[in-house]
């Protein structure tokens, strides 16, 4: 197995991997660590059924199922599997449409919000010149820290922030999705403890601690700083790509370029770590 830069801010590819087998327990524990430490992880030219991808996500963690966020795009038999399309069958689309295009952590408004979320291309589609359509962006936070002038550390350090999964006006039913979950501005990586910009515009309702003109003033120049290029990494899909990415380490947005032409991929999620007491329970 050898892991391959992909950019000098973020993503790296794996190389000398199979999803569809059982991985050694020394290469699990390497790809673990690369995921936090570059936050994308590639593996080109996968061919895997729903049990495979399933199996390689659980090698990661604990997999979450969607069927208790009360998603309507399940894979048959497969509530682990999401499906992400604009195809249509019948009349009727077989997947979210147009999931992501927006800055975004997945599940940072959960109680106990998710580590990795992972892709899977079975349809990417392409322009006249073939070159593929429907990239996603990742943006790492880390980095973005690390960039911080002092006195922005020093302030961040000291305000938490509101996430809501409304806050896209797409509520679930009642009880279904937790409303919202407070968090640190600035989190400590849960598995290495490595500093990082907690906020998105997703799911970031609002700063907290400080006045609303002011928060929200603060909220955009974070947001802004730490999605800027040369923090990202620009993923171009091709069938047979699983991308896994730590939603802690990066931010992500989809881009919609792609119009009608097809567009297929399946999604998991890895749970992450319990939140006690302000805290991740990490033990």
């Not at 497969?78 to 800055?103: F, H, Q, T």
């Not at 003109?213 to 947001?223: G, H, V």
Request: hydrophobic share 35%; proline share 5%.
């Amino acid at each position: 197995m050898e892991i391959k830069p992909l950019s000098a801010a973020s993503g790296a590819e794996v190389l000398g991997v199979d999803a569809s087998t059982q991985i050694a327990t020394k290469d699990m524990d390497v790809m673990k660590d690369a995921l936090c430490n570059y936050g994308v992880l590639l593996l080109r030219n996968q061919k895997l059924t729903q049990t495979q991808l399933v199996d390689f996500t659980k090698q990661f963690g604990e997999s979450q199922s969607y069927d208790v966020l009360g998603h309507k795009f399940l894979l048959p038999g497969y509530p682990d599997i999401l499906s992400l399309s604009n195809v249509m069958e019948d009349g009727k689309p077989i997947g979210v449409k147009d999931a992501g295009m927006y800055w975004h952590t997945d599940g940072s408004y959960l109680q106990d919000p998710a580590w990795i979320s992972m892709l899977y291309a079975l349809e990417v589609p392409q322009a006249d010149d073939g070159q593929p359509l429907g990239e996603t962006l990742f943006a790492n936070m880390a980095a973005a820290y690390d960039a911080l002038a002092q006195e922005d550390k020093d302030r961040a350090a000291k305000l938490s922030a509101l996430h809501e999964y409304v806050y896209r006006g797409s509520p679930r039913e009642e009880g279904q999705v937790p409303p919202s979950a407070v968090r640190p501005v600035v989190l400590g990586h849960p598995r290495t403890g490595r500093k990082l910009v907690y906020v998105n515009k997703g799911f970031t309702k609002q700063i907290l601690d400080l006045p609303e003109d002011e928060a929200k003033a603060y909220f955009d120049k974070l947001c802004e700083f730490s999605t800027q290029p040369q923090f990202r990494y620009v993923h171009r899909w091709q069938v047979g790509d699983v991308v896994l990415w730590d939603n802690f380490t990066v931010q992500h947005c989809a881009v919609s370029n792609y119009g009608e032409r097809r567009r297929r991929l399946w999604r998991t999620t890895v749970k992450g770590w319990p939140w006690r007491n302000g805290g991740f329970a990490t033990t």
